[in-house]
């Protein structure tokens, strides 16, 4: 970077050289909990509970739903992290588009929880790709406010508390949804998704110290933008090398996640899969809160790749261990084991980001490039793990009420949870090829 740009980048953050305060972090990382709150209830319980009574294969047209939104959370957020960085508005580069992609966000819940009650697949999908819309306006502005803000010195902390905020975002989201659905309430919990949302875009937009942009951008420009998104690995080969690292273990991830409701009700024999999600993920998500927070300090003193061996290891040993469980105690057992490992690894995760960006000055555009190395396996994997689980054949029953249920066989799960393992293990090794960073 040169001089100027390190100077305008230094004239962004109000803690030039000195620390931020706790009730800054805490701040600035609130929407990162609405954010996940909102997630924690779609994907893991209100969606795997309305397509498995809307469609006969529901871990396909999951696979199908979660795959064609995830290219909406792709592509917004590149355009929407490069005009942000370029926002020349009084309430700072990164507010008016937090506060615009939540309002298209909050529209688009109540649009999909009207087509949830019909029941139709293609109005369904076309709902939730307006939702993926507004909240990756919101979020591909909001992944530069961290590098904007946080003093090189506190970037691990300050990804710690992200890490927090994600793990209990998510918690209190599977919990009350999962209670909710179990009891057929499917309107409080997309309500309760708009609150999660609005709070916590509150208490960010209010309380982060954000600084209007000082210099006036050039001309905006498409080729040159499409260029831009271009990231020469010769040139930035530990940038390279992360993207790559963290693709992988989102590979490893969601391969699995999708279809943890099928799980808990095939090989477990959980009969309210709904319920135990909700009991099952806050186990997971509470051990992952308490490494969160230590880890990315720690991370701090001992280096972030130790932190990411340790956890990618323990995830990819627990996600084989599910093959095993056979009784409700293992499962939540296995949980908090699981929990250990996710935390630690999302603790360091934007730590890790942070210290490789090829420049601070335009951290929104590239962020939403490593934020690809999230969403662009979500495409993937998601797809490619219905049709691993269904590969082996489904079986479809009377459940409660006389609603008719599928079932997958243990040894499509088998498969699935092998292949979460394998890419877990990878993104893991993979990252001794980083350099630049301990």
Not at 76 to 97: H, M
Not at 132 to 159: K, M, T, V, W
Not at 203 to 228: D, H, I, K, M, Y
Request: charge should be positive.
């Amino acid at each position: 970077m040169t001089d100027d740009g390190k100077q305008q980048t230094a004239a962004l953050s109000p803690y030039p050289g000195g620390r931020m305060r706790t009730r800054d972090l805490v701040a600035i990382s609130a929407l990162w909990f609405g954010i996940n709150y909102h997630w924690g209830s779609l994907l893991l319980v209100i969606v795997p509970s309305q397509i498995k009574r809307m469609t006969d294969d529901p871990a396909l047209y999951q696979g199908i739903l979660v795959g064609v939104g995830a290219l909406f959370a792709l592509s917004v957020p590149l355009l929407a992290g490069a005009l942000s960085d370029r926002c020349t508005a009084k309430l700072g580069r990164r507010r008016p588009f937090l506060l615009a992609g939540t309002a298209l966000n909050v529209a688009g819940l109540a649009v999909f929880w009207a087509a949830g009650r019909q029941q139709t697949f293609a109005a369904y999908l076309a709902a939730y790709i307006v939702v993926q819309i507004g909240n990756n306006i919101a979020s591909g502005a909001y992944n530069g406010l961290i590098p904007d803000l946080a003093p090189p010195g506190q970037r691990g902390e300050a990804s710690g508390w992200m890490a927090a905020m994600t793990q209990f975002g998510t918690i209190l989201g599977a919990f009350f949804s999962g209670m909710l659905m179990s009891e057929g309430h499917a309107l409080a919990s997309y309500a309760l998704i708009a609150v999660a949302l609005v709070i916590s875009l509150a208490v960010t937009a209010t309380g982060s110290p954000e600084q209007p942009l000082a210099v006036q951008p050039g001309p905006w420009n498409w080729r040159g933008f499409f260029a831009s998104l271009w990231v020469d690995p010769r040139r930035y080969p530990d940038f390279a090398w992360v993207w790559v690292t963290r693709f992988f273990v989102t590979m490893g991830m969601w391969s699995a996640q999708p279809f943890l409701q099928y799980y808990v009700a095939d090989v477990a024999g959980v009969a309210d899969a709904e319920r135990t999600v909700a009991i099952l993920f806050p186990i997971i998500l509470v051990t992952a809160t308490i490494t969160g927070v230590t880890g990315g300090r720690l991370s701090d003193r001992v280096g972030r790749k130790r932190i990411v061996y340790f956890a990618n290891g323990v995830i990819a040993a627990v996600s084989v261990g599910f093959l095993f469980a056979r009784s409700l105690n293992t499962v939540y057992l296995l949980g908090l084991l699981y929990g250990i490992g996710y935390g630690a690894y999302y603790s360091v995760d934007w730590a890790l980001a942070i210290d490789v960006l090829p420049d601070r000055l335009n951290a929104g555009k590239h962020m939403a490039v490593w934020h690809i190395a999230l969403t662009l396996p979500q495409s993937l994997a998601a797809p490619v793990g219905g049709m691993v689980l269904g590969a082996f054949g489904h079986t479809r029953a009377p459940g409660p009420e006389g609603v008719m249920v599928t079932s997958y066989p243990l040894v499509g799960y088998t498969a699935l949870l092998c292949m979460a393992a394998f890419f877990l293990i990878l993104g893991a090794l993979l990252l001794r090829n980083v350099r630049g960073v301990r």
